[in-house]
């Protein structure tokens, strides 16, 4: 069974940093897409970046364009999030995912992380 254990989430002000953590177990990690999601209260879930199986791909939400990065270590099991240039839009629960696919859709993903909290003030 797979377990996804996000970390790295906080308080940050407008223009700051966060690198987001999500360790992988339970299966080889090197067979999965990861996905990065977030939900703000009362909204949905959105897309927020994907990388492929072996980190040769990658693609982000225009949002966040040019300002946040995922990344993968296959040999540590896992994938992070560097959130640079954050605005108080982007104060969210913050979600890993696995999936056989990369998308950026959430029924790509069949495992998900609890989530990290990131809320970024003005």
């Known amino acids: 069974q797979v377990q996804l254990v996000e970390s790295g989430g906080g308080l940050v002000q407008a223009g700051g940093s966060l690198r987001l953590s999500c360790g992988f177990s339970?299966?080889?990690?090197?067979?999965?897409?990861m996905g990065w999601f977030r939900q703000a209260p009362g909204k949905e879930r959105e897309f927020v970046a994907f990388?492929?199986?072996?980190?040769?791909?990658?693609n982000y939400v225009d949002s966040v364009k040019g300002r946040f990065t995922i990344s993968r270590d296959n040999p540590k099991n896992t994938v992070y999030l560097q959130m640079n240039s954050l605005k108080p839009d982007d104060t969210a629960v913050y979600y890993c995912?696995?999936?056989?696919?990369?998308?950026?859709?959430?029924?790509?993903?069949?495992?998900w992380g609890q989530g990290t909290q990131v809320t970024v003030s003005s």
């Open positions: 995912a696995a999936g056989w696919v990369a998308g950026p859709y959430t029924s790509s993903y069949g495992y």
């Open positions: 339970g299966r080889a990690f090197s067979d999965y897409a």
């Open positions: 990388i492929t199986w072996s980190g040769s791909s990658t």
